[in-house]
């Protein structure tokens, strides 16, 4: 498994404050050999695009468990849009309903994960979307 | 100020030049520099509070009216490479003001802890007109000096109650340090441990180049100090500007320029020697063995 | 790129000796492997068997679920339906706007309103929530800590409008604002003008509703985030002697206010393990406060505790395996001597229960409670050489756990500096890894899988979209109606409070309350003087 030389930025959006998962994920990409910024807590849309603009990173990955989802993509590709990163992907994590996944790959979400998932074929799926040409 | 579409293309000129082999460096165009910025770097080891006071630094410039980029330099993890370069957390209030601009690179394989080709991004963003630019990194072993040679000013951050005085000696670190800052100054043992550092620094070498370093308490929790801090950084800077020599400190980055791409250079030489000949050959012929390699 | 090895999982082997927390447990155990010294009696010192002398023959343990969405309307009704079911305590969830001191029409709060439970920001919301409901006779619990006190002092509000003495409140709020830091995030300000908040909130209750319980100790997070049994009572019992600590600085009897003090924590799947750790802490809790802080009132070093069965034990695949593993669970809680219990809903791991989900959970308490016989006799385990020795064991490794954290520099230190948290992370992480590698069993997770499993139920409870709005229309109201210069002179006294460390801000909450200042105003007055928590990220 190799992500080497992948930026990916991990984001809290929104007030849901369990971050362990976020955090589970940060360290499996790190071990993956991957470049990962973590944003903490209560981050908003704007705040995580910016971030994702400056730090140039391949992916933002936000953590969501609060159903909220589906606003926080929305507003979260609006404002990568806004900034010209419109080339960096999306992916989500956290409590997803799988009725909502369409309606999250139409607001901009390249892949789709939960807790229950195995770790290397979450990255593997990473990796796959990240090989991918834009 | 950058509009997105600059800061975008800044951001992905950094990662070109964080990513790039000697060869590619060496053929990018030189950058366009007009009014070079004021670089401060700050070090010191992990847990000293330097990412938080680092962000309320840069906030407080922000507010007043300079324009800053930030280059934060995380280590990589020895086992995968990969990094977590977690601290952008921490500066969360500069983060969002529209004068800063902030990056985090990890220090990969760099010979020295910081990272590649980072002589090239600091140029890169003098190139962008900012009034600052701040270069945080984690003080370890040969970091400080390569810190030293890359900026104007050095911040070595030390936090009460850990012994890192003490280390700070051992490793004569504190030799490289322009301006110390006690952090956490709100903490017990912060007020013995300036007392300490600044006995210290009275009679240490630097004292002959006729800058007296001095030691500051700061806390970033309570929000104290900076105003001590900032103004030792602008005498600092005119001290420097009237007894350091432009062309000597000029000199002294494309020296560390260059040891930092032949560094690479040789390790790519070395990695291409086969065991079997490093073990027949005499060290004297090895030697000449590589400089003709290096010279191909 | 490897790619994931295909494995399937579906011999897990012999059952391994290790518990989850590392503990390695004799193939046998035998009647020289126990100190009967170290047992006691139930209902006295140092309370291995239980805090009551009659275990649950005097009183059952509380049957408490978890409710609240949407507007305070529509959660009161939902109240009155499971009021009518049985249910004899009301627990209260808030949603995360309330949560964290952001007015449903913050920008901050905006996609989250009414979400994981009901939208409270004033003193109308609350009458509604608890409109034709007797709080005289009710126990409400509110899962409430960045804003406990507000919360508290609204519900103050509530009582004091109705006339009811405040004397008769009984009831818990959660106010455990360190494990936040640690693991729920709910936080707002730093750690240390936080602290003052929970000891002014307990102070004040100790005193004006002497049946409340201030302060509910919680583990349940830091567990369900990764920690083990052992490290979930170890972080909790350094928690509360920070907090412990900081009340007798301010002056408070320990002999007096740790009577109020109660813990919470998640039960998980192993079932003696669970059991034992609870025996232990018992133990712990009693033995510090008597021989650090001289507590002689035995009623005192009593370690009261409620349990949620469930949370991170449940799994989104075959969830009706969910309904077995609150059975299983939900009796290590009874037979740990639990005092309340919450039982969780079969769905809970990938939706918010839905009505038919929350009755079975509550049936499994009452079939457990009524069919099962378990909690005729007081401690039916005690004095088993394997319970026993087990309990000791535990003991020993929460104690080594507790010297680590006190080593570092104590909770306070270990939680500014990102330590525990960092603890936890990593903790959590290797968890993952050993399910992913079939280490550790999770039937229908990790073994025993179906080809397509995900989550094959259809009922999802649905909050109504148009809530959000609802709620900011009443709040809207509110803000037209409400006389606001006292609104306005209410804040400003409790920002005088606040910058006095002498005085109990409590009295001034109630004031803002009754003079139907908000939530979010409150918050946004001591923010302003007490800043916002900055997070220390370690991983």
């Known amino acids: 498994m190799s992500l080497t030389g992948k930026r990916i930025l991990v984001a809290k959006p929104g007030l849901d404050g369990h971050d362990v998962g976020a955090k589970v994920i940060a360290l499996a990409l790190r071990d993956a050999g991957a470049e990962v910024i973590y944003t903490g807590l209560r981050k908003t849309p704007d705040y995580i695009a910016r971030v994702a603009i400056e730090e140039d990173v391949d992916a933002v990955g936000l953590s969501i468990l609060s159903g909220s989802h589906l606003e926080l993509v929305r507003e979260t590709q609006r404002f990568l849009r806004e900034f010209k990163g419109e080339n960096i992907k999306i992916f989500v994590g956290g409590t997803i309903p799988k009725e909502d996944n369409e309606a999250l790959r139409e607001a901009g979400a390249s892949g789709i994960f939960n807790a229950s998932q195995r770790i290397d074929e979450v990255l593997a799926e990473i990796d796959t979307l990240l090989s991918a040409p834009a | ?296 | 790129m490897n790619k994931p090895q295909n494995i399937e999982l579906n011999d897990p082997g012999q059952p391994s000796d290790v518990t989850p927390s590392g503990i390695v447990v004799p193939e046998v155990a035998t009647p020289d492997m126990m100190d009967p010294a170290k047992i006691g009696e139930p209902g006295k010192y140092p309370f291995t068997r239980g805090i009551f002398e009659n275990g649950y023959r005097g009183r059952l343990w509380t049957f408490r679920q978890y409710s609240g969405f949407g507007s305070a309307e529509e959660t009161n009704q939902r109240y009155k339906f499971l009021i009518g079911q049985g249910q004899t305590g009301l627990s209260v969830a808030l949603d995360l706007p309330t949560q964290c001191g952001y007015d449903p029409i913050d920008p901050m709060a905006v996609a989250e309103v009414g979400k994981v439970g009901v939208s409270l920001s004033h003193l109308a919301d609350a009458e509604t929530l608890f409109d034709g409901l007797d709080l005289a006779k009710l126990s409400t619990s509110f899962t409430i800590n960045g804003t406990a006190a507000m919360v508290y002092a609204l519900y103050l509000a509530v009582a004091d409008k109705r006339g009811i003495p405040r004397a008769k409140l009984t009831g818990t709020i959660q106010n455990d604002i360190l494990k936040e830091y640690v693991a729920r995030g709910t936080w707002i300000f730093p750690v240390r003008p936080s602290m003052r908040l929970i000891a002014d909130s307990i102070l004040y209750s100790n005193e004006q509703t002497p049946r409340f319980n201030p302060i509910s100790i919680a583990g349940a997070h830091v567990r369900d985030a990764g920690a083990t049994a052992v490290e979930e009572i170890a972080f909790t019992l350094v928690n509360a002697f920070a907090y412990v600590d900081d009340l007798v600085r301010r002056g408070g009897d320990p002999n007096s206010f740790a009577k109020r003090l109660s813990f919470f924590f998640y039960v998980h799947m192993d079932f003696f393990e669970e059991i034992c750790r609870f025996r232990a802490a018992r133990r712990i809790w009693a033995r510090t406060l008597k021989e650090r802080y001289g507590v002689t009132d035995e009623k005192a070093q009593m370690f009261r505790f409620g349990v949620v069965c469930g949370g991170a034990s449940l799994t989104a695949q075959q969830p009706y395996n969910n309904i077995v593993r609150v059975g299983i669970v939900n009796m290590a809680a009874v037979l740990g001597g639990a005092q309340s219990i919450f039982t969780a809903a079969y769905d809970e791991a990938f939706q918010i229960p839905t009505e038919t989900s929350a009755e079975i959970a509550l049936r499994t308490q009452q079939i457990v409670a009524y069919e099962s016989g378990v909690a005729r006799t007081v401690d039916p385990l005690g004095g088993s050489y394997f319970v026993e020795w087990m309990t000791d064991k535990i003991e020993e490794e929460i104690e080594k756990v507790i010297k680590e954290i006190d080593d570092y520099g104590g909770a306070i230190h270990a939680i500014e500096d990102g330590y525990l948290q960092m603890r936890i992370a990593r903790r959590a992480y290797e968890k993952k890894l050993d399910i992913d590698r079939g280490a550790r069993v999770v039937v229908g997770e990790n073994y025993f899988r179906h080809a397509e499993d995900r989550t094959d139920i259809g009922e999802v409870f649905k909050v109504d979209p148009g809530i959000a709005g609802k709620v900011r229309e009443r709040y809207q109201q509110l803000m037209d109606t409400r006389d606001d210069s006292k609104a306005q002179a209410s804040l400003a006294k409790l920002r005088e409070a606040a910058l006095d460390e002498n005085e109990n801000i409590m009295p001034w909450l109630v004031d803002c309350c009754h003079a139907y200042a908000t939530v979010g105003e409150m918050v946004t007055t001591l923010k302003r003087e007490w800043g916002e928590f900055q997070e220390p990220v370690r991983l």
């Open chain 2, 1 to 296: 100020m950058l509009d997105p579409a600059a800061r975008r293309e800044l951001a992905r000129l950094i990662t070109r030049l964080a990513n790039a082999g000697t060869q590619e460096v060496l053929a990018e165009p030189p950058p366009a520099i007009t009014k070079p910025a004021r670089r401060i770097g700050f070090t010191g080891p992990p847990g000293a509070g330097k990412s938080t006071l680092v962000g309320r630094y840069v906030e407080r410039r922000a507010s007043a009216g300079c324009t800053v980029a930030v280059l934060g330099i995380d280590p990589a993890s020895p086992y995968s490479g990969g990094a977590i370069l977690g601290d952008r957390v921490r500066m969360d209030d500069a983060a969002g003001n529209p004068r800063v601009f902030m990056r985090s690179v990890s220090s990969r394989d760099a010979f020295d802890g910081l990272c590649n080709n980072v002589a090239d991004i600091l140029l890169a963003l003098d190139a962008r007109g900012f009034d600052e630019i701040v270069m945080e990194t984690v003080g370890v072993g040969q970091a400080e000096h390569a810190v030293k040679a890359l900026v104007d000013t050095v911040v070595l951050l030390m936090q009460p109650e850990t012994g890192d005085g003490i280390q700070a000696l051992k490793a004569g670190i504190l030799e490289v340090a322009d301006v110390i800052v006690i952090s956490k100054s709100d903490m017990p043992g912060a007020a013995r441990m300036r007392e300490n550092v600044a006995g210290t620094v009275r009679f240490g070498a630097r004292r002959s180049a006729g800058w007296d370093v001095p030691v500051i308490g700061v806390s970033s929790e309570a929000g104290t100090g900076f105003e001590e801090l900032e103004a030792a950084l602008a005498k600092h800077a005119a001290w420097a500007g009237a007894h350091r020599d432009a062309g000597e400190t000029q000199a002294m980055r494309t020296r560390y320029r260059l040891q930092d791409l032949l560094i690479r250079r040789l390790e790519t030489v070395l990695d291409e020697l086969a065991a079997a000949e490093v073990n027949a050959a005499s060290p004297a012929a090895l030697y000449d063995r590589v400089v003709s390699l290096l010279g191909r």
